[in-house]
């Protein structure tokens, strides 16, 4: 039987991540915004963002393990997850990761929560940045609470900060925890890899 899930490949996801990157560019140069490089982390920004976001990945991760959280709907999640990425390689997660990381938190954090904070107030503007986070994430309902969790907590993060580097090193770093467990790891989540079937019906295309 045919699988319902494509496993993606670099080449797939390369145009979209890159054109998320330069809108995040382009809004953030024609945007305001409050924050900085470092903000008020300094030189301590890069590094405290990458334990940030290892540590962010381990909370979910036991998080997930909780006895309220319904774990049928975790599992099919974890299982689309890889198999729409069991074929990347280290390079490819790198790659994906330091884009996601860059183009998203400059478009999402950078650009559209900077303006909502100073166009309504700052936790309007999380709330309202971490929903569209959320939504671009769209693949289940549950992918959406969750990466809309994960904005929100993105997005305090470069609020108290005030460093764009904090919250771009933290999401990147949370990707590639992420991406380690979904498709080298998969054990971990009570998957197998060798599973050549799916859940969730997804589509070829996207």
Known sequence: MKPLYRSLTLRDVLPSALIITILGLAACYWLPSVWTLNGRLG??????????GVLLYGICFFATQAPMINRLSVQQLNQTL???????????????SCLAGVGEELLVRGALQS?????INPWVGILLASLVFGLMHYLSRVYVIVTMLLGCLFGIGLYLSQSIIYVVVAH?????MAFFIIVKRPHMLGLDSNDETSLLPIRDRY
């Open 115 to 119: 303006w909502l904070s100073d166009a």
């Open 43 to 52: 030189w301590a920004a890069a590094p405290l963002g990458a334990v940030s």
């Open 82 to 96: 890889h198999q729409l990425f069991r074929n990347f390689s280290w390079r490819d997660i790198l790659i994906v």
């Open 172 to 176: 990147a770093a949370y990707d590639v």
